[in-house]
C-alpha cells in the first residue's frame, strides 16, 4: 500500500529548493495530496463508502467534518477540525492548480505545507 504522507517529503524539498512559483504550486500540490490521501485511508477504515456521483475530495473531508468516525465527543471535535483544515487546504490547492494568473506566494506554500503536516499528525493521532 502507498504511504500518501511521503508525498510531504517532496512538498518540504520543493518549498525549500527554490522561491520560483512552480516550486510553490507543486509544493502545494503535493502537500494536499499528502493530507488527502491519509484521510482517505481513514475515512475508509472507519466506516466510509464512497459515493462515485460525488467528488471523493469533498467526500473524504465532510465525512471528518460530519465526526462519523466515532461515537466520543472530543474525537468528533478533532474530526471535525481536520475535515475544516482539509477544506481550506484544498482551496488552497485548488488556487494553485489552476489559477494561473494569480500565483501562490512563498507563505502560501510554507502554510499548506505546515496544514498538511498537522493534518496528518492529527489524523494518526486518532483512534
Known amino acids: ?8 517529503r517532496i ?10 512559483e512552480p516550486e510553490h504550486r507543486s509544493a502545494i500540490n503535493r502537500a494536499y495530496y499528502a493530507a488527502l490521501g491519509e484521510a482517505r485511508e481513514y475515512a475508509k477504515m472507519h466506516g466510509l463508502s ?9 467526500q473524504v473531508w465532510q465525512y471528518l467534518r460530519a465526526g462519523k468516525s466515532s461515537s466520543h465527543i472530543g474525537h468528533r471535535a ?8 482539509g477544506i481550506t487546504l484544498r482551496s488552497l490547492r ?10 501562490p506566494t512563498e507563505e502560501d506554500a510554507k502554510r499548506s ?3 498538511a ?3 496528518i499528525r492529527r489524523i494518526h493521532s486518532l483512534p
Open 1 to 8: 500500500m502507498f504511504t500518501w504522507r511521503l508525498l510531504l
Open 11 to 20: 512538498a518540504f524539498r520543493m518549498l525549500n529548493s527554490t522561491q520560483a
Open 50 to 58: 464512497m459515493v462515485s456521483q460525488r467528488s471523493s475530495h469533498e
Open 78 to 85: 478533532a474530526a471535525k477540525a481536520i475535515g475544516d483544515m
Open 94 to 103: 485548488v488556487q494553485a492548480d489552476y489559477f494561473i494568473n494569480q500565483p
Open 113 to 115: 505545507v505546515s496544514m
Open 117 to 119: 503536516e498537522q493534518i
